[in-house]
């Protein structure tokens, strides 16, 4: 679950015939993500696990958690929020979490699991529709991640087979809130510009047959 720049991530940790003995997890996390306050750690039953050992590194991206031992048929759910510290300048970015966990069965057997998680936060995307009269209607997602984009620049270049312009027209910019304003491009986005942006228009440029258009 994404959340602006934080990820809310869960553990489920369970066991059909339970362990002998307290369990392990380990969790590892990539360059961009920490994890904030608040770990919490309940049964599957939703019953909240107090008797836990925490250890975190002093950098936040990782910990070691130790907890008691699982009765047959029963889960923990380790839930807790990370921080994504995006390089927007990047254009996209990935980030990777992994958890382990280690134990011991009834027989003294050595138990262990590992899953890795990545989210990739997509600063652009982009769409085009071809309409009858040969236009084009542009859709371009902008800053699904949430993060400060003030002063950044948006322009639009359109290259065919035979070159390329800039578009210099009017495009609409939507927010998440639904509200709407018409701008110009090249457009400067101002302070404060933290949202997730929509920005639709239509160019109508003649082209050459056979021309691929690329924007």
């Not at 939703?46 to 250890?55: A, D, L």
């Amino acid at each position: 679950e994404v959340n602006g720049e934080e990820i809310i991530y869960e553990i489920i940790v369970k066991s059909t015939e339970g362990t002998y003995g307290p369990i392990t997890i380990t969790d590892k996390m990539s360059k961009g993500l920490t994890f904030k306050e608040g770990i919490s750690v309940r049964t599957g039953r939703g019953t909240q696990v107090n008797n836990v050992s925490f250890n975190p590194s002093a950098d936040r991206s990782s910990f070691t958690m130790n907890l008691p031992e699982l009765a047959p048929g029963e889960s923990y759910v380790v839930r807790y929020t990370c921080t994504a510290d995006i390089d927007l300048l990047d254009a996209d970015m990935t980030v990777r979490n992994t958890a382990s966990v280690t134990g011991k069965d009834s027989h003294g057997n050595e138990l262990e699991d590992e899953t890795t998680v990545d989210h990739h936060f997509d600063v652009l995307k982009k769409t085009g529709v071809s309409n009858e009269d040969g236009s084009i209607t542009w859709s371009i997602t902008i800053n699904n991640a949430k993060a400060d984009i003030s002063g950044w620049i948006l322009e639009d270049i359109i290259s065919t087979n035979s070159g390329s312009s800039s578009y210099t027209g009017t495009v609409t910019i939507t927010d998440s809130k639904g509200n709407r304003k018409n701008v110009t491009l090249p457009y400067t986005f101002p302070q404060g510009s933290n949202d997730v942006y929509i920005v639709s228009y239509t160019t109508t440029h003649g082209y050459s047959d056979g021309d691929t258009i690329y924007n």
